[in-house]
């Protein structure tokens, strides 16, 4: 009972909201971003060891109308790569490997592979391309040797360790690595070293074949329709990718990762929650984010195809807060908006927006820069940052994103009739960008 109640006050410290309070306001959050932005996932929010929300929705498999449920695993996508950061450091401890080790000393004729480190490929400063999809896409017909051929023959974007950039095509080599130390095959050594560990029984690595119980389908938009995700050979797409999960298991994920030292110790958390570079990468994860909302947050989101997922930890506060889609919603600006009913902030619910008719001939007055935010005209059209991404009028003054209706925009007036800001909300939290050029 009392440690119940020391809860109860550390919650209404924090956030100013009773447990009953916060659970309340996150639940109305989610059950609008069913309803309005229909969200199928699972959500799982925890403060101090104890879940404070977590709920399923939508469906697992859309053909069948299978619900959702809180057990409901899931594909990763990005999310896998802190697994495998875990591991190779987990190696590391046990004087397996360096994290100074050439890239060549595992794949002898890598072009520049003597100039590349395991450190690089952790924190995305090796200079590989970002990807190696048109092969574990469309080619049934892989091995270990046609994939390595074919990643050796990629140019370099940089000289290793002199810009940065983010590549999946790194961390399938450090895959790769971890079964050549091992001995084990990536699934094996994940299952024995990292999952068992942390009791996490209900999650693994996907195959082409094996039949996963409680295995959500995958769908995405094309054409603004709902369609079942393409073929994906698993047997390559790992490493980077490649681990399905439970929201729950996440969550001893959670535990055990940030309190405790069961996977790894004290000097390799370290290592790996830390910033190299100015994209903010540590090893699998970000590192304080520009999305952090001026608090100390750990954080890595994903999205292939119809997974969309988002892991955030903020270790200052003991805030934990996981979602995991499988049909594309954008699970890591429901992350952020999560996050901002967490730390007591306003955060409007999703309602649906309805496109207006207006004489555009206001746009006029909306073009210019907002701080790093652009707005363009083109053709009676207002578009958002580059002519991709139109802006939907609701009023004169108010719109939405085209692209995503997560965020919308008003242009405010000052007391003279002009236009000095743009008031943007994303997720329903609202930011404030002051007309730097074109007043």
Not at 96 to 122: A, R, V
Not at 235 to 244: A, K, R
Not at 322 to 340: P, R
Not at 380 to 405: G, V
């Amino acid at each position: 009972m009392k440690s119940r109640l020391t809860l109860v006050v550390l919650l209404v410290f924090t956030f100013g909201y009773s447990q009953k309070e916060l659970s309340t306001k996150l639940e109305q959050y989610m059950d609008a971003q069913f309803a309005i932005n229909d969200f199928s996932g699972t959500v799982l929010v925890s403060k101090n060891d104890s879940i404070v929300f977590e709920k399923a929705y939508g469906f697992a498999n859309y053909e069948w109308k299978v619900k959702n449920t809180i057990d409901s695993k899931f594909s990763l996508a990005s999310v896998s790569k802190q697994f495998t950061a875990a591991a190779i450091l987990q190696l590391a401890e046990k004087k397996q490997l360096s994290l100074e080790d050439p890239l060549s000393k595992y794949f002898s004729h890598f072009p520049k592979g003597e100039k590349i480190t395991l450190k690089m490929l952790l924190s995305h400063n090796s200079g590989l391309e970002m990807d190696f999809d048109e092969l574990y896409l469309t080619r049934t017909d892989l091995d270990k040797d046609s994939v390595y051929s074919d990643l050796a023959k990629k140019p370099l974007l940089f000289e290793p360790g002199t810009h940065t950039a983010y590549s999946n095509i790194g961390y399938y080599l450090l895959a790769r690595i971890i079964e050549k130390v091992s001995g084990q095959s990536y699934s094996e050594y994940l299952k024995q070293h990292v999952f068992d560990k942390a009791k996490m029984y209900n999650s693994g690595v996907s195959t082409n074949d094996i039949i996963v119980d409680k295995m959500t389908q995958l769908y995405y938009f094309e054409n603004d329709k709902l369609v079942k995700n393409p073929y994906v050979n698993w047997n390559f797409n790992f490493g980077h990718d490649g681990i399905y999960s439970t929201v729950e298991d996440l969550n001893l994920w959670n535990k055990a990762l940030f309190d405790s030292e069961i996977l790894l110790s004290a000097e390799s958390k370290k290592k790996m929650f830390t910033s190299y570079n100015d994209q903010n990468f540590g090893f699998g994860f970000m590192i304080n984010p520009f999305y952090n909302q001026n608090h100390q947050m750990i954080a890595h989101d994903g999205g292939f195809f119809g997974a969309m997922t988002s892991f955030n930890k903020f270790p200052e506060d003991k805030v934990f807060i996981t979602v995991l889609s499988n049909n594309q919603s954008k699970s890591y600006y429901i992350s952020y908006g999560l996050a901002g009913i967490c730390f007591g902030k306003e955060v409007e619910l999703p309602y649906k927006h309805i496109q207006a008719a207006i004489d555009t001939k206001v746009y006029d007055q909306y073009i210019g820069d907002y701080g790093d935010i652009k707005i363009l005209k083109k053709d009676n059209k207002l578009y958002y940052i580059d002519y991709n991404i139109e802006l939907f009028p609701e009023s004169a003054t108010k719109f939405f994103r085209s692209d995503n209706k997560n965020t919308t925009l008003e242009f405010i007036k000052n007391k003279k009739g002009k236009i000095t800001q743009l008031e943007i909300k994303k997720a329903g939290i609202k930011e404030v960008k002051n007309k730097t050029k074109g007043v």
